[in-house]
């Protein structure tokens, strides 16, 4: 790019992760006592997330004194802000009052729960700019 400058560029990519589900049933029964769903052992990583990739870019900016040297980049990670899916996270449905919503309408008794599966994602474009000044 000429004298002092510098371009660094990285892809990555991340094929699909394993990830055990939950026991739908056993996590009903104690979701309000533990505040979380309950893995199904007997899946041990059975399902997958997507694949993921990623183009992160540098650009540097270099100028050299006598006895030291300034250095002033943009980094910029994640540049096409490609979401990365992580297994799903396991919840109630709620009422407005914030009470168990039910399957029957009635009272939660820890069976008639609504099963929640929230999507989770990750991975949103950090632009970071700095400086470093080297002696």
Do not use: C
Request: net charge positive; glycine share 8%; proline share 5%.
């Amino acid at each position: 790019m000429g004298k002092n400058w510098e371009l660094g560029v990285r892809y990555r990519f991340l094929g699909a992760a394993p990830f055990t589900p939950f026991n739908e049933t056993a996590s009903l029964a104690n979701y309000s006592t533990l505040g979380r769903g309950i893995l199904d052992y007997s899946q041990i990583n059975t399902q997958r997330t997507g694949s993921f990739s990623s183009l992160d870019m540098r650009i540097d900016k270099k100028w050299n004194f006598s006895r030291w040297a300034l250095n002033v980049f943009l980094d910029i990670q994640n540049v096409l802000n490609i979401k990365n899916l992580t297994p799903p996270t396991f919840t109630l449905k709620r009422n407005p009052d914030n009470s168990f919503a039910t399957s029957d309408g009635n009272a939660y008794n820890g069976q008639n729960g609504v099963p929640v599966y929230l999507e989770n994602t990750s991975g949103a474009r950090l632009p970071t700019i700095g400086m470093n000044i080297e002696f």
